[in-house]
Nanobody, 121 residues
Framework: QVQLVESGGGLVQAGGSLRLSCAASGNIFSINAMGWYRQAPGKQRELVAGLTSYGSKNYADSVKGRFTISGDNVKKMAFLQMDSLRPEDTAVYYC???????????????WGQGTQVTVSP
């Protein structure tokens, strides 16, 4: 089993920045892709950004140029640097992990508990 723990959410004004962190523990050797999803009230959960052990990255169009995903492949940690935040970025952000990017995009096996990000106008 794998456990994911997120940190770094909070309240920020529009135009500000936040950095989310996710740490994996347990059977981390099965993880080759980590990423961030978000879910706003009344909306479906969506993939924000993904990262593979080989360095491949995937971003939602809505965050390209503003968010940057990075990670530590040895420690199985993932980070999401969020700049130029907008009110529409307000959501619960979830760390997710899978054995590859394809599964990360479709059906991640492991999820964190979520961290709230609120962007005020």
């Amino acid at each position: 089993q794998v456990q994911l723990v997120e940190s770094g959410g909070g309240l920020v004004q529009a135009g500000g920045s936040l950095r989310l962190s996710c740490a994996a523990s347990g059977n981390i050797f099965s993880i080759n892709a980590m990423g961030w999803y978000r879910q706003a009230p009344g909306k479906q959960r969506e993939l924000v950004a993904g990262l593979t052990s080989y360095g491949s990255k995937n971003y939602a169009d809505s965050v390209k140029g503003r968010f940057t995903i990075s990670g530590d492949n040895v420690k199985k940690m993932a980070f999401l640097q969020m700049d130029s935040l907008r009110p529409e970025d307000t959501a619960v952000y979830y760390c997710a992990a899978a054995t590859n990017m394809g599964l990360l995009i479709t059906t991640p096996r492991y999820w964190g508990q979520g961290t709230q990000v609120t962007v005020s106008p």
